[in-house]
């Protein structure tokens, strides 16, 4: 018998608990239920006592306005009532009060916590979306932000009214929105910003985002992470799938325009066959190693091209069309705008932009041809009409230079290990009319770093390689790598750190200890740093080194390439061998003498070679600000030393 007793308790308790996980409204009622209960036993002990309770009514009514108002209590006469008054009045304060506002704060804590997830589905038209979180996420929320001129004209383009951005993240939370406010360029924009829960892989979270609606999609890279058998470019392929699978239940749908980064190079065309939108995919491994390489030909040229790919920095590339200017000489065109350099053109055929960057001045602008055009912002883009002339200029005066080059192997010094080697290696075995000396020193074990360079073998004469197994954050091992004797050396940011701040400390504390390395030598080679976070560059400010982003530099291009698909193929241009490529040139180069010169007259000179003068690289100096000047006042009389070089835009054949 007490056996059975306990599971008809048990048996109550089940139910009631089951009653209580149903939600507020089943607890309401419960809660009800209890109010009422006690109202009809309060009603039913009082109703003895005689008026005004006399009745089974008005007893239950009396004992209900005591559960619900603790002031009735006064108005009570004789013991019996006052009793049964009080112990009602107690219940009220524990089932009637305490129990609806810990539903209704449960309830609500339960409904801020669920908006917070962002698991609530978005309606929106024509707006910016992000799938996924990495480290390029908010650079390229920031870039999207700053661009106010590409902005206005992506929103005229698609008639949209204000700029709705949407990021969809693994994971929302006040982790996500903090690390947004305290982004310099967002800070209290980020209020604008909407974040979703969701995975990019998942058809049910892209419609949460309302993907198929968005005017733009960007993917970036997430990092590589411990599992092996899906890498990150696996994910972008099968976001890419979702989204296509997803625009074929509504045939009608127009597929929206996405920009995805993939890593290895080889899935760059399972990417494009995987949507049949508009596509444009970076190659962030290819771009990166080309900028390293480029880098390595030209040292200095980071800064440059720092500064061109980003919106928040002085200068930009803008690609627009410009009817007026139809039926004009290049050479008219480029003496029309005075605060800005024109580059070339980008035609468009079959989908495709064609770039023409440094082109004679002879050329004239024709219809569906877009200027490219560096400059500060969309207001310097601005030409005076009183320069104009329909005269066609003759151009290539004198003979073109050829590129600077060295008969000598170039020596290399890399310390460090990333997705980012392979392709820098592949890159340098492209440059035909020059050979390398490359010394690998990392932890990876040598097979490992083979089986990733075999294509080495199909160019043996251009690169050759010497693999080094050591820890060059040690001191005795740096010494050992012979740093003073080699041209250039870089410093790869280690992929086998999950932290940012993990691998750019072994960068720089390895860079500390190289600089006491290269303190004794007699020539100091040329030095570049891979970082993986922006904050860090301040800390190494004071040392003779240059430093690329890699974070920075691709969520540039991404922001960039979503506002303005054009830009993506210019990049491709100036990143690649051969054809237009931003490269230093010495003041004899041109016969100018050291003192003044105006910016134009530069400009004049390099036409007469061929080429597009695009600034100044001028010679460190305690009070000067700033020794790259790009795109600079076109008046402005510049004092040149020996030490000084031109950036220019050049052409190799």
Same mark, same amino acid.
């Given at each position: 018998?007490?056996?059975?007793?306990?599971?008809?308790?048990?048996?109550?308790?089940?139910?009631?608990?089951?009653?209580?996980?149903?939600?507020?409204?089943?607890?309401?009622?419960?809660?009800?239920?209890?109010?009422?209960?006690?109202?009809?036993?309060?009603?039913?002990?009082?109703?003895?006592?005689?008026?005004?309770?006399?009745?089974?009514?008005?007893?239950?009514?009396?004992?209900?306005?005591?559960?619900?108002?603790?002031?009735?209590?006064?108005?009570?006469?004789?013991?019996?009532?006052?009793?049964?008054?009080?112990?009602?009045?107690?219940?009220?304060?524990?089932?009637?009060?305490?129990?609806?506002?810990?539903?209704?704060?449960?309830?609500?804590?339960?409904?801020?916590?669920?908006?917070?997830?962002?698991?609530?589905?978005?309606?929106?038209?024509?707006?910016?979306?992000?799938?996924?979180?990495?480290?390029?996420?908010?650079?390229?929320?920031?870039?999207?932000?700053?661009?106010?001129?590409?902005?206005?004209?992506?929103?005229?383009?698609?008639?949209?009214?204000?700029?709705?951005?949407?990021?969809?993240?693994?994971?929302?939370?006040?982790?996500?929105?903090?690390?947004?406010?305290?982004?310099?360029?967002?800070?209290?924009?980020?209020?604008?910003?909407?974040?979703?829960?969701?995975?990019?892989?998942?058809?049910?979270?892209?419609?949460?985002?309302?993907?198929?609606?968005?005017?733009?999609?960007?993917?970036?890279?997430?990092?590589?992470?411990?599992?092996?058998?899906?890498?990150?470019?696996?994910?972008?392929?099968?976001?890419?799938?979702?989204?296509?699978?997803?625009?074929?239940?509504?045939?009608?749908?127009?597929?929206?325009?996405?920009?995805?980064?993939?890593?290895?190079?080889?899935?760059?065309?399972?990417?494009?066959?995987?949507?049949?939108?508009?596509?444009?995919?970076?190659?962030?491994?290819?771009?990166?190693?080309?900028?390293?390489?480029?880098?390595?030909?030209?040292?200095?040229?980071?800064?440059?091209?720092?500064?061109?790919?980003?919106?928040?920095?002085?200068?930009?590339?803008?690609?627009?069309?410009?009817?007026?200017?139809?039926?004009?000489?290049?050479?008219?065109?480029?003496?029309?705008?005075?605060?800005?350099?024109?580059?070339?053109?980008?035609?468009?055929?079959?989908?495709?932009?064609?770039?023409?960057?440094?082109?004679?001045?002879?050329?004239?602008?024709?219809?569906?041809?877009?200027?490219?055009?560096?400059?500060?912002?969309?207001?310097?883009?601005?030409?005076?009409?009183?320069?104009?002339?329909?005269?066609?200029?003759?151009?290539?005066?004198?003979?073109?230079?050829?590129?600077?080059?060295?008969?000598?192997?170039?020596?290399?010094?890399?310390?460090?290990?990333?997705?980012?080697?392979?392709?820098?290696?592949?890159?340098?075995?492209?440059?035909?009319?020059?050979?390398?000396?490359?010394?690998?020193?990392?932890?990876?074990?040598?097979?490992?770093?083979?089986?990733?360079?075999?294509? %080495?073998?199909?160019?043996?004469? $251009?690169? @050759?390689?010497?693999?080094?197994? !050591? #820890?060059?954050?040690? =001191? &005795?091992? *740096?010494?050992?790598?012979?740093?003073?004797?080699?041209?250039?050396?870089?410093?790869?940011?280690?992929?086998?750190?999950?932290?940012?701040?993990?691998?750019?400390?072994?960068?720089?504390?390895?860079?500390?200890?190289?600089?006491?390395? %290269?303190?004794?030598?007699?020539? $100091?080679? @040329?030095?570049?740093?891979?970082? !993986? #976070?922006?904050?860090? =560059? &301040?800390? *190494?400010?004071?040392?003779?080194?240059?430093?690329?982003?890699?974070?920075?530099?691709?969520?540039?291009?991404?922001?960039?390439?979503?506002?303005?698909?054009?830009?993506?193929?210019?990049?491709?241009?100036?990143?690649?061998?051969?054809?237009?490529?931003?490269?230093?040139?010495?003041?004899?180069?041109?016969?100018?003498?050291?003192?003044?010169?105006?910016?134009?007259? *530069?400009?004049?000179?390099?036409?007469?070679?061929?080429?597009?003068?695009?600034?100044?690289?001028?010679?460190?100096?305690?009070?000067?600000?700033?020794?790259?000047?790009?795109?600079?006042?076109?008046?402005?009389?510049?004092?040149?030393?020996?030490?000084?070089?031109?950036?220019?835009?050049?052409?190799?054949?």
């Amino acid at each position: 018998m007490p056996l059975k007793k306990l599971r008809i308790r048990q048996k109550i308790l089940f139910t009631l608990e089951r009653q209580l996980v149903k939600g507020a409204q089943f607890q309401l009622l419960l809660v009800a239920a209890f109010i009422g209960l006690i109202s009809l036993v309060g009603g039913l002990l009082v109703m003895p006592s005689g008026p005004p309770t006399s009745t089974f009514g008005e007893s239950v009514w009396w004992a209900f306005l005591r559960l619900s108002d603790p002031g009735y209590l006064g108005d009570d006469e004789g013991g019996w009532r006052r009793f049964i008054s009080t112990l009602i009045t107690v219940a009220g304060y524990v089932v009637f009060l305490g129990s609806l506002v810990a539903i209704i704060t449960t309830w609500m804590n339960r409904k801020i916590r669920h908006l917070e997830q962002g698991l609530t589905p978005v309606t929106a038209n024509n707006h910016l979306l992000i799938l996924g979180w990495s480290n390029r996420t908010i650079h390229i929320a920031a870039e999207i932000f700053q661009s106010v001129g590409r902005i206005k004209r992506f929103l005229i383009r698609f008639g949209a009214r204000k700029l709705q951005l949407i990021i969809l993240s693994e994971e929302v939370g006040p982790f996500q929105l903090q690390e947004l406010k305290d982004h310099p360029i967002i800070g209290k924009r980020a209020n604008e910003i909407v974040l979703r829960t969701g995975l990019a892989i998942d058809r049910e979270h892209l419609r949460r985002v309302d993907s198929l609606n968005a005017s733009a999609i960007i993917i970036p890279s997430l990092a590589y992470g411990k599992r092996e058998l899906i890498s990150p470019d696996i994910e972008t392929i099968k976001c890419l799938l979702s989204l296509n699978a997803e625009a074929s239940l509504h045939r009608r749908h127009k597929l929206p325009y996405v920009v995805a980064e993939i890593q290895d190079e080889y899935k760059v065309k399972a990417a494009y066959r995987a949507y049949s939108g508009p596509l444009e995919v970076v190659g962030s491994n290819t771009i990166i190693s080309r900028l390293m390489a480029q880098n390595i030909r030209h040292p200095g040229l980071s800064e440059v091209y720092n500064e061109i790919l980003s919106q928040i920095v002085n200068n930009n590339l803008f690609c627009q069309n410009f009817p007026d200017l139809i039926g004009y000489s290049l050479g008219s065109i480029k003496k029309a705008f005075t605060k800005a350099v024109v580059m070339g053109v980008v035609s468009n055929s079959s989908d495709r932009y064609i770039p023409k960057l440094n082109i004679p001045e002879s050329h004239i602008l024709e219809k569906g041809e877009r200027l490219v055009v560096m400059a500060r912002n969309s207001e310097d883009l601005v030409w005076k009409t009183a320069s104009l002339s329909k005269e066609v200029p003759t151009s290539f005066l004198r003979s073109p230079l050829a590129p600077e080059e060295t008969s000598e192997t170039i020596r290399v010094l890399i310390l460090g290990w990333n997705e980012h080697v392979p392709s820098l290696i592949k890159e340098l075995c492209s440059y035909e009319e020059e050979t390398y000396f490359v010394r690998l020193v990392a932890m990876r074990p040598v097979m490992e770093r083979e089986k990733e360079l075999q294509f %080495l073998k199909e160019n043996p004469n $251009r690169v @050759s390689l010497e693999h080094v197994v !050591a #820890d060059y954050i040690r =001191e &005795s091992e *740096i010494q050992k790598t012979g740093a003073e004797t080699f041209d250039h050396i870089l410093m790869i940011s280690s992929d086998r750190m999950e932290e940012e701040e993990e691998a750019d400390a072994r960068t720089m504390v390895g860079y500390v200890l190289l600089e006491e390395v %290269l303190e004794k030598a007699k020539k $100091r080679p @040329s030095v570049l740093l891979e970082l !993986a #976070d922006p904050s860090n =560059e &301040s800390l *190494i400010r004071r040392y003779q080194s240059e430093v690329i982003i890699s974070p920075m530099v691709l969520s540039h291009l991404l922001a960039g390439i979503a506002l303005q698909r054009e830009l993506s193929s210019i990049y491709n241009e100036l990143f690649t061998v051969g054809g237009a490529e931003i490269i230093f040139r010495e003041i004899c180069t041109y016969g100018i003498s050291p003192g003044e010169i105006a910016f134009h007259e *530069i400009e004049s000179l390099a036409a007469s070679h061929g080429e597009t003068a695009l600034g100044l690289a001028l010679q460190p100096k305690p009070r000067r600000k700033n020794h790259l000047l790009l795109n600079p006042d076109k008046n402005r009389k510049i004092v040149l030393s020996e030490q000084d070089r031109l950036v220019v835009l050049t052409t190799v054949y």
